[in-house]
T-cell receptor, first 113, second 115 residues
Framework: GENVEQHPSTLSVQEGDSAVIKCTYSDSASNYFPWYKQELGKRPQLIIDIRSNVGEKKDQRIAVTLNKTAKHFSLHITETQPEDTAVYFCAANSGGGADGLTFGKGTHLIIQP | DVKVTQSSRYLVKRTGEKVFLECVQDMDHENMFWYRQDPGLGLRLIYFSYDVKMKEKGDIPEGYSVSREKKERFSLILESASTNQTSMYLC??????????????FGNGTRLTVT
């Protein structure tokens, strides 16, 4: 099955600085890579996703990059704000999509004012 | 907006009890999922279903079963609850058929405590 590794487990950055979270996956058939944000006590919510036919996708302050050869993808948040404080999860679909989504263990991002 | 509703926010059960966790979605999604979330372990897939009466094992199905009699409803069953099943349980749904490449929409979760 798919194995998704996520680093770091905790990341503390100053407000206004950038944050980068990295994930690797093992299944070369994976073709869909979403990122979820979970604020304290709330449900995970999709913030951005990327499919294997593109290398980068941006949405305002958030961007995701994908390197299929190296089997890794990253989340980039620029100009961080206090409301970015949350746990972020990366995920990859297993078996080309037939086996559901496998999640990383999560990164607790803390924005220091 | 997609709504995924889990019947209970908090649940306390005794060891050995049979426990039902219910989930309903209102967007006519084909796919439904049950995850459990534990600190430091992320979200782990228990079971999923991509059609009525269909079910597939996820990564940690032991001790659980599921039921999908109607498209909008997906139930997680703990046949005999044990203390190591104390956890946050998250239900999710997504559009599509057997290939999972569309966003998941999560419910608010059920925090189950087994004593």
């Amino acid at each position: 099955g798919e194995n998704v590794e996520q680093h770091p487990s905790t990341l503390s950055v100053q407000e206004g600085d950038s944050a980068v979270i990295k994930c690797t996956y093992s299944d070369s058939a994976s073709n869909y890579f979403p990122w979820y944000k979970q604020e304290l006590g709330k449900r995970p919510q999709l913030i951005i996703d990327i499919r294997s036919n593109v290398g980068e996708k941006k949405d305002q302050r958030i961007a995701v990059t994908l390197n299929k050869t190296a089997k890794h993808f990253s989340l980039h948040i620029t100009e961080t704000q206090p409301e970015d404080t949350a746990v972020y999860f990366c995920a990859a679909n297993s078996g080309g999509g037939a086996d559901g989504l496998t999640f990383g263990k999560g990164t607790h991002l803390i924005i220091q004012p | 907006d997609v709504k995924v509703t889990q019947s209970s926010r908090y649940l306390v059960k005794r060891t050995g009890e049979k426990v039902f966790l219910e989930c309903v979605q209102d967007m006519d999604h084909e796919n439904m999922f049950w995850y459990r979330q534990d600190p430091g372990l992320g979200l782990r897939l228990i079971y999923f279903s991509y059609d009525v009466k269909m079910k597939e094992k996820g990564d940690i199905p032991e001790g659980y079963s599921v039921s999908r009699e109607k498209k909008e409803r997906f139930s997680l069953i703990l046949e005999s609850a044990s203390t190591n099943q104390t956890s946050m349980y998250l239900c999710a749904s997504s559009f599509g058929s057997t290939h999972h490449n569309s966003p998941l929409h999560f419910g608010n979760g059920t925090r189950l405590t087994v004593t």
